[in-house]
Every structure is written in C-alpha cells, then in structure tokens.
C-alpha cells in the first residue's frame, strides 16, 4: 500500500538534489540575481533546536519560491567556529577546540542537510578553515593600512555629495616636523591615524578566564561563564577606530530595508549628540583670572593641559547651574585632585569600581555611590569653586570622563546632590505647568528658593534665568538660543566650543585567548629583546598566520594570553631585525564581519573575491536572523564593508539590502506531578496530550523560554524522526507570522502531519498496489467555473504571501485548497500541478515525489510557478454596507458590475434600511463603487 513515508522518501530527494547539484548558483546568468542569506550558525555541542531551522526555513522557502520565478538565487550556508564557548569546552573536555568544532560542524551539517534546504554546497566554509583565516587577517592589515581623511568630499552611487572617506595610510599628510625626526617618528605618527591601532583602555579583566569580556558578559562583577571575579584593568589593546565611520553609520540607514526598530537600536548605540566642550580651571584660584586672559588670547586648545578639566555637555545653556562636578574613578586627574585627607576614601572606592562592569555602572544599578576628592574645580562662567567628586556612573570611555552636574536639570544629578547636601540653583525657568504639577501655586519666582524640594529635576526647555556674567547673558532667552549664545562666548573666550559627540567607542578587538584568529602584527625588538613600541605588517604572502599547535592552551592569567607561551612561534626574524609576533587573537565577531562576500567566490585563492563576482552578486538582497545581533554583528559588517568601500574593494555602500528578524520560539516545559522536569525524548503525544514514554503517565507542561536548565530545548532531530522533515519545516512557519514570538507544539506539528497525508491521499490512489494516481478522481478533465475560481485565488493569494514572507497564511490557503479538492469527485490534473507547485517551496520532499506521480520526469525545483488568471479572481458579487447619515444600518448584495442606479435602488428596497428611513425625507444618496452606500435624510 503506498503511504506517505517521511524517510524514506525524504532520504530519496536529498541524495538527488545532492547528486545533481540542484541547487548551484550560477556566477554568470541572464537572470535576473538573487541573493538570500542565513545568519549563520555557531557549531556548539549541543546542535540546532527547533529554535534554529525557523529562519533557515523562511530563507529556503522564499529561495525555491523565486528559483521558480526565474532568479538566479544564491543561498549558501557556513559556520562561525571560532569564540570562547569552543574553548571553555575543549579546556574542561581535554579536546583540543579544532577536533571539537569539526565534530560539531559534521552533526550541524547533518542536520541541515535533513531538512532539505537548498543550500549551494559546493560554497561551504567556516571561520577556522586556514584560507578563510588568510583573508581575515587581509581585511585586518588592510584596516591597518587605513586612515580616515575626514575633509575629504567625494559623491555616492547614488549622487550625493559625502564628506569623510577611508584613503591609504601612504597618503596621510605628514608634518615636517615629524619627517625631521627620523622614520620611527614617521610610522609612530602614522600609528595614531591607523584604523587599527593599538591604546591603553580598561577592560574587563577576568583572571581565571584569562581575557577581556565583554560588558555583556559581567553580571554583578563576575563572569556569565564560570562566575568568576572580574575586575576594571586598563590594559594595551588592539583597537579599530570604528567611531569615524559614526556619521556614515548613521546616514546610510536611511537607505536601507530594514525594520525601524532595529535601525533604531543602531541609531541609539551610535548615539549622536550635539553640545560644547567646556574647560574646567583646577589650578590655585589665584591663577584663575591669568588662565582665563591666556585662553582669550591663545584661543581652545585641542588638549585641555594639565591646568584644566573638559567636559562634553548637551545643555552648555545650563553652566550657570553647575554646582559640583564628577570624574569617572579612572580619570588621570584624580590623584593630582585628590587630598591627603581624602586619598584612603577615594583609593578604596576606585578599587570597588574597578570591579563592576561598565554596563552595571551605565544602568546605575543600586544606591548611588560617589567620592569627594577634596579638590576643587573653578566653573569658567561665573568663577565660582565647586567640588570635584568622583563617582561609578561617569565612564572614562564616555566623553571625557568627567561632567559638569547641574542638579536642578538632571535628575540623575539631583539625586546625588540630595544624598551628599551639594547646593541645587536654578538656571532654566519651566512653563507654568510644569511648576503647577511640581507644587501648586508654585511660580518661577519661587521656584528658585524651594528647587532642591520639589520631586524632580526640569530637564526640558525653557528661558534662561540667574545666568550672567559681565560678558554674556542668557536671561529670559529660550533654551535653543540660548545654547547658541553661550557656545559663542565659550569659542571667543577660549574655554569652550561647539562639538558633536557619540556614544559609539572605538571596537576592543584583542583577545587573550588560543581559539581566534591570530593578529597579523610584528612587534619590533630592540637589542636587548624589548619591544621597541614599533610595529609591522606580516607580509600578505605569509598569510595566513596560523594558530601554533599547542597541547596545553588554557588561559595563563597575564595579558599576553596562551600564544604567549609558544615561544618558538613567537619569535621571527626579518630583514636582520628581530620581532615578536603579537599573541592576542582576534573576537569571535571578526570572522562573521566579511563572510557574505566570501560566499560570492568562496575557491579563489589569489584574492578574497573577484571584483566581477562581487558586483553580480553584491549586495545582500534577503537577511534572516535573530534581533539578539541587531547592533553589534550588523554593526561592525556595516562598518568594515565601508571600509572596503572607501579602498574599492567592494561596489556597494551597504552589505544587507532587506533585513528580517525571525521571532523567538518558545518551548513547554513538562513536569510529572511530582515537579520533576522530563526531557521531550522521554515524551509521547497522543490526542492533544502528552505522557511520560516509561510511565504514562500524563504530563502538565507550561510554555517557557527554551533553556538547557528548564529540560524543555527540542532538539530538532525529536520532529524530523517523529513526522519528517516536511512537517517539520512547514510547522515552523506556521506557528504564525514570521517576526512573532511563537510557542513550539508537538500536537501542532501533528496537525502538519495530517495535513500533508491528506495532500497525499487528494492525489495518490492508496488503495492500489503500486505508486500512481487516483485515477477515479484525478483526471485530465478541464476545470469547472468555481473549481477555476478556487484554483486562481489560491495562486494570487498564495503568491502575495510568498513575496511578503507569510508564509503561515499562504500555507492556511493551501489547507483550504486541500479540503475544498478532497470534496470534489473530479480533481482536474492541471489543478493538482499548480497545488503542487504551491506547496514544493515549503515542503519540498513530498512535492518532488508528487510531481514524479503526477507524471513529470525531472524535478520541480526549476518549474515555472503557476500564474493566476485575473478573470477567475473577481468576485461576480460584492456585499456593500449602507450606511444612514454615515452609521451603517444594513448590507447589501449586488453583481460586482452593477450600475449607481442599479445600487443605489437595491439599497432603498432593503428591509432594514427601509425600517430607518420611513418616514423621513430622503435628501440625497451617494453611491461610491465597490465601496459602499450613504443614504442622507433630514
């Protein structure tokens, strides 16, 4: 009896698109291309869940959709394989990292391949593969040898006219004065325009992992892996000067396809504000009156000197306000700031700083904290001496490490004045209503005695107040000019001017760990072995530099990481002179920074890509993944694509045209009674229910996030094994749309499985020996009128889904299509080839397999998709509401081509329209077509 057979039929079409390399794309087409790309996957242990194939089986769909539309779709599918995670393993294993990441690579591809999606194979490549490290560390030494040439103007594609591009490190204008010196000064002098460079910055330090971590990876001053201790270090790192580029980040959003959310969340990581630089006086306050006459006749310095303190500010307008000022703990100025008095206090604080992370300290988690210095800073508008604190909520690599607070303009501010008693004063009079909702009665007058009383801080706009000086005044002028007037006598002055300022900082890329690109950098040795402070590039045609075979690769706890002990690798000598190769690696993020140009020409071995293959298929037409990378991964591809932009290496200003971000995939925990957590490969589902396999007995689930410690993940092979790779794929996109947080069924994907045994029993005779058709139903006969009608809806409806990605409604039409044709006697075979063709994007298999029964003899994968005839699609009839007076009272039915007059009688004859208007004067009746009906009386 021919049933529907999951594997075996499965296994039967992945082993021929495998063989017939169905799915290649072609360099060279007269096609129209397409290119559609996964986010791809980290190869860890534990494989794919149901969580993962969501995207990939959105991409696959919409991939064969288009193959049958006529595009040349390139989809191809890699590994990032390098990062911690593999490491940490392979250290608590024993196994070296390379032997498990291809172990987990083989099980990732397996599973892959088992949901037939249709990859281009033949492109496949990971992160750790030794010619994929070659043309990294390319991208590296090409950063290396690029500067950004702020000044200079050029115009886009597109034909704008831009400033600010990335130029050649050979082309950077160097002073006289530097050449006088001798070559080190020249190339130390180029080393500070370097996009990538080297700078003392502070990190979290984890000694017991022996590496930086990421913000993201501290919780309450310790590790997320491992909860060990990690501490603020400032630390010579590699560093990519990403902040250049912040400009261009955020300009060229606007052209892109992307969700606004995400754009968003781009926009606010760069964070671009506009304010002043200010300078504060920290010398004697006798010297004051002679630093402000110097400054008005020097002008602003582009460095502050050790006399003064800068700070960036958004609000200038409110510098008559600032009562205290507050460093960041790691500030240089501190310990000339600080007194004997205060010295133990303060040292003792900074050493608890230096163990919370940046991002606890910017979230301000906990009671406000902070640390009189006992020195004092001179405001440059008034003269006045106020306090310098130090304090865990101002970040050195923020600005400038140090604020001007102004307590009666943010809250943040006020808060911290209130716990240490610092004076509050108002400098911005708020609207009337303002002051009502702080105290009734409460006016601008009175408003400045009893500010450090009133429940928050005015942060808004409004007229300046008890801000002059004998030079300037900003008395009763609005907020915004305000701002103009003050950063005027602040430039003319010499203690301030106008700047543009960015959350954004420059990218941290080293890492002191084994399992990561190795940086291509020679560090010169003086005669005694010393490094010279002098650095190299290794030559391009020693790429790529290998990570050292090493047994014992664990951390070492010192900020030469492991490669620091591989001694002999270390160690080079080139043209006479001695170097030490550099032992920090590269972050997981550099390998997954390029990869989608490599996909364009992954076998070429003279360059990272052709120059023609780039431009066929640049640039990313279809981005899937989750919105967990919507800032960092996007981000920095976004940024090193610019930079090959700017060097003419790619002909695209943006990698990823269109993005998409799957929704979350929500799992049910199951419990026995007793609370006991039971994996899914010990369950049994049966009508809706499910049941312990050994004990049976039934289980009470709750639907959770999918984590290891709840026991719900779903392995993705426990459906495939169950119900095959067509349900599987095809629930995925059903659960709803492609964007929504959706929770994961195992009686859902039940409901697949029927569905596709009923597509199944439509068209195959399972009465009959052998595999062949139904032939008392499906037959050669032409389609009746409403067997047409359903038929070409279908294909206009399921098509828009298709080009929309929603894909759960297009598959709910294909379920009507089934049970309207299930019903017929007679099921024309050109109606069971289009609903074939319909359902083979998202399920594949079955398709191939109907397609061979219905008596075609090559696969589908290239079939034209069916087109629908505009004729069956109009509806003959169409309701209408009537409406009386604009509120709809009734509806009526009337022949799609009907005439004003014809409608218009037949809404005056309706029952119910007749019982709201007799009696009344009929003034008017507005027909609008197709649309509705407006009776008006009076």
Same mark, same amino acid.
């Given at each position: 009896m021919?049933?529907?057979d999951p594997?075996?039929l499965?296994a ?8 017939h390399k169905?799915f ?8 129209p291309k397409?290119?559609v790309l996964?986010m791809?996957?980290y190869?860890?242990?534990?494989g794919?869940?149901v969580?993962?194939p969501?995207?990939?089986?959105a ?6 959709f288009?193959r049958?539309r ?6 191809p ?5 390098f990062?911690?995670p ?11 990292p390379?032997?498990?990441t291809?172990r987990?690579i083989?099980n990732?591809?397996?599973q892959?391949k088992q949901?037939g999606?249709s ?6 490549f990971a992160t750790?593969?030794?010619?994929y490290v070659?043309?990294?560390q390319w991208i ?12 200079f103007e050029?115009?886009d594609p597109?034909?704008?006219?831009r400033?600010g ?9 160097i002073?006289q ?7 080190a000064?020249?190339?130390?002098y ?6 990538a ?5 502070? #990190?979290n330090?984890c000694?017991a992992?022996g ?5 993201e990876?501290?919780?309450d001053?310790r590790?997320e892996r491992?909860?060990h201790p ?6 010579r790192?590699w ?8 400009d ?7 052209i892109l ?7 968003e969340?781009?926009r606010?990581?760069v964070?671009?504000s ?10 004697e306050?006798?010297?004051?009156d ?7 006749k020097s002008?602003?310095p582009?460095?502050p000197g050790p006399?003064a303190?800068r700070?960036?500010t958004?609000r200038?307008d409110?510098l008559f306000?600032?009562?205290?000022m507050?460093?960041a ?14 010295r133990?206090?303060?040292?003792d604080?900074?050493?608890r ?5 940046e ?6 988690r ?5 640390m ?5 800073a ?6 006045e001496?106020?306090?310098v604190w130090?304090a865990?909520y101002?970040l050195i ?9 102004v ?5 943040r501010d006020?808060?911290?004045?209130r716990k240490f008693?610092?004076p509050?004063?108002? @400098? @911005?009079?708020p ?11 409460l006016?601008?007058?009175?408003y400045?005695?009893v500010i450090a009383?009133?429940p928050e801080?005015f942060?808004?706009?409004?007229l300046g107040m008890?801000?002059?000086?004998a030079e300037v005044?900003?008395?009763g ?9 003050i950063t005027?006598?602040l ?7 106008g700047?543009?300022?960015y959350?954004?900082r420059?990218?941290l890329?080293?890492r002191?760990?084994y399992w990561?690109e190795p940086i291509?950098?020679l560090?010169?040795l ?5 490094p010279s ?7 391009l045609?020693?790429?790529?530099v290998?990570?050292p ?5 664990k951390?070492t706890g ?5 490669l620091g002990?591989?001694?002999?690798w270390?160690?080079?000598?080139r043209d ?5 190769r ?9 390998g997954?920074c390029?990869?989608y140009?490599?996909?364009c020409d992954?076998?070429n071995?003279?360059?990272p890509w052709?120059?023609e293959?780039?431009?066929y298929w640049?640039?990313?037409?279809l981005?899937?993944g989750?919105a967990e990378?919507a ?9 090193w ?6 060097r003419?290496y790619?002909?695209t ?6 993005l998409?971000n799957q929704g979350?995939?929500?799992?049910v ?7 006991r957590?039971?994996p ?5 589902f ?8 050994e004990?049976d007995?039934?289980l009470a689930g709750?639907?959770?996030?999918m ?6 993940v779903?392995?993705?092979?426990v459906p495939i094994?169950r ?8 629930y995925e ?7 929504s947080t959706?929770?994961w ?10 569905f596709?045994n009923?597509?199944?029993r439509?068209i ?5 020996d052998?595999?062949q058709l139904n032939?008392?139903?499906?037959k ?5 009128e ?6 070409h809806?279908t294909?206009?409806a399921?098509t828009?889904?298709?080009?929309t990605l929603?894909?759960n409604?297009a598959i ?8 309207y ?6 099921r ?7 609903f074939?063709?319909m ?9 191939e397999e ?8 090559e696969?589908l994968?290239?079939e ?13 009839t ?10 709809v009272?009734?509806?009526i039915?009337v022949p799609a081509?009907?005439?004003?007059e014809d409608v218009?009688?037949a809404?005056?004859a ?5 019982r709201y208007i007799?009696?009344?004067s009929?003034r008017?009746v507005?027909v #609008? ?8 009386v009076?």
């Amino acid at each position: 009896m021919p049933v529907y057979d999951p594997r075996a039929l499965e296994a039967k079409w992945q082993e021929y698109w495998e063989r017939h390399k169905t799915f290649s794309a072609e360099d060279k087409s007269s096609k129209p291309k397409l290119y559609v790309l996964d986010m791809f996957p980290y190869p860890s242990g534990e494989g794919l869940h149901v969580g993962h194939p969501e995207g990939y089986s959105a991409t696959d769909m919409y991939c064969r959709f288009q193959r049958m539309r006529g595009y040349n779709v390139l989809h191809p599918m890699g590994y990032d394989a390098f990062g911690l995670p593999a490491e940490q393993y392979a250290i608590e294993t024993g196994t070296h990292p390379q032997v498990t990441t291809e172990r987990n690579i083989a099980n990732i591809r397996r599973q892959i391949k088992q949901l037939g999606f249709s990859y281009d194979w033949d492109r496949e490549f990971a992160t750790t593969d030794p010619d994929y490290v070659r043309w990294t560390q390319w991208i590296f030494l090409l950063l290396f040898d690029t500067w950004f040439d702020s000044e200079f103007e050029w115009v886009d594609p597109a034909g704008r006219k831009r400033k600010g591009k990335g130029r050649p490190i050979s082309e950077l204008p160097i002073p006289q004065s530097i050449r006088s010196q001798g070559e080190a000064a020249l190339r130390l002098y180029q080393d500070s325009f370097r996009l990538a460079y080297q700078a003392e910055s502070p #990190v979290n330090w984890c000694p017991a992992l022996g590496t930086v971590l990421a913000d993201e990876e501290v919780i309450d001053g310790r590790s997320e892996r491992g909860n060990h201790p990690v501490q603020r270090i400032p630390l010579r790192q590699w560093m990519l000067r990403i902040t250049v580029y912040a400009d261009r980040l955020l300009e060229d959003l606007d052209i892109l396809d992307w969700p606004e959310p995400i754009k968003e969340m781009q926009r606010n990581w760069v964070g671009r504000s506009e304010g002043a630089e200010v300078d504060f006086f920290i010398g004697e306050s006798a010297s004051f009156d002679s630093w402000i006459s110097s400054r008005k006749k020097s002008g602003f310095p582009e460095e502050p000197g050790p006399e003064a303190i800068r700070v960036y500010t958004t609000r200038p307008d409110t510098l008559f306000g600032a009562t205290y000022m507050v460093l960041a703990p790691e500030h240089p100025q501190v310990d000339r700031l600080t007194t004997d008095e205060h010295r133990a206090e303060v040292d003792d604080y900074r050493q608890r700083v230096a163990r919370t992370s940046e991002e606890d300290r910017i979230a301000g988690r906990g009671e406000k904290s902070g640390m009189f210095t006992g020195g004092y800073a001179t405001n440059p508008v008034n003269g006045e001496r106020i306090p310098v604190w130090i304090a865990d909520y101002v970040l050195i690599s923020y600005g400038t490490g140090a604020i001007m607070a102004v307590p009666g303009h943010d809250q943040r501010d006020l808060e911290f004045a209130r716990k240490f008693r610092i004076p509050v004063r108002a @400098v @911005v009079a708020p609207a009337a209503e303002w002051l009502e909702r702080m105290q009734p009665g409460l006016n601008v007058e009175t408003y400045a005695r009893v500010i450090a009383e009133l429940p928050e801080a005015f942060a808004g706009d409004g007229l300046g107040m008890q801000s002059s000086n004998a030079e300037v005044s900003l008395d009763g002028i609005p907020t915004t000019q305000a701002k103009g007037r003050i950063t005027s006598w602040l430039l003319k002055s010499g203690i301030g001017r106008g700047a543009v300022k960015y959350k954004l900082r420059d990218w941290l890329f080293s890492r002191q760990r084994y399992w990561g690109e190795p940086i291509p950098i020679l560090h010169e040795l003086d005669p005694d072995g010393k490094p010279s402070g002098l650095t190299r590039a290794v030559g391009l045609d020693e790429l790529p530099v290998l990570l050292p075979e090493m047994e014992d690769f664990k951390p070492t706890g010192r900020p030469d990481g492991p490669l620091g002990k591989a001694t002999e690798w270390i160690r080079v000598r080139r043209d006479g002179r001695d170097f030490a190769r550099e032992t920090n690696t590269m972050p997981q993020w550099a390998g997954s920074c390029w990869y989608y140009l490599r996909f364009c020409d992954p076998r070429n071995e003279k360059e990272p890509w052709s120059p023609e293959k780039e431009r066929y298929w640049m640039p990313v037409d279809l981005y899937v993944g989750g919105a967990e990378h919507a800032v960092l991964h996007l981000l920095y591809s976004r940024f090193w694509h610019k930079v090959l932009f700017d060097r003419g290496y790619v002909s695209t200003m943006e990698p990823f045209q269109k993005l998409v971000n799957q929704g979350m995939i929500l799992s049910v925990t199951y419990r026995t009674s007793e609370g006991r957590i039971v994996p899914y490969r010990q369950i049994r589902f049966e009508e809706g229910k499910a049941f312990h396999a050994e004990t049976d007995e039934e289980l009470a689930g709750e639907t959770e996030k999918m984590s290891k410690s709840r026991g719900n993940v779903i392995p993705v092979d426990v459906p495939i094994e169950r119900y095959g790779s067509d349900t599987t794929r095809l629930y995925e996109m059903f659960m709803g749309p492609l964007e929504s947080t959706k929770p994961w069924s195992m009686q859902g994907v039940e409901g697949i499985s029927r569905f596709l045994n009923r597509a199944w029993r439509m068209i195959v005779d399972e009465s009959a020996d052998a595999l062949q058709l139904n032939p008392k139903v499906v037959k050669g006969a032409d389609p009746t009128e409403e067997q047409n009608r359903v038929l070409h809806k279908t294909i206009k409806a399921v098509t828009q889904d298709m080009e929309t990605l929603s894909f759960n409604t297009a598959i709910s039409r294909l379920m009507e299509f089934v049970n309207y044709f299930t019903g017929q006697d007679s099921r024309p075979l050109s109606c069971m080839n289009s609903f074939v063709l319909m359902l083979a994007p998202m399920a594949p298999h079955i398709c191939e397999e109907l397609w061979q029964i219905l008596g075609h003899s090559e696969s589908l994968t290239y079939e034209s998709w069916p087109v629908f005839d505009p004729k069956y699609v109009e509806e003959s009839t169409v309701e209408l509401p009537v409406q009386i007076n604009g509120k709809v009272r009734g509806r009526i039915t009337v022949p799609a081509n009907a005439g004003q007059e014809d409608v218009k009688q037949a809404a005056l004859a309706d029952s119910k329209v007749q019982r709201y208007i007799e009696g009344a004067s009929i003034r008017k009746v507005i027909v #609008v077509p197709r649309k509705l009906v407006n009776i008006v009386v009076g």
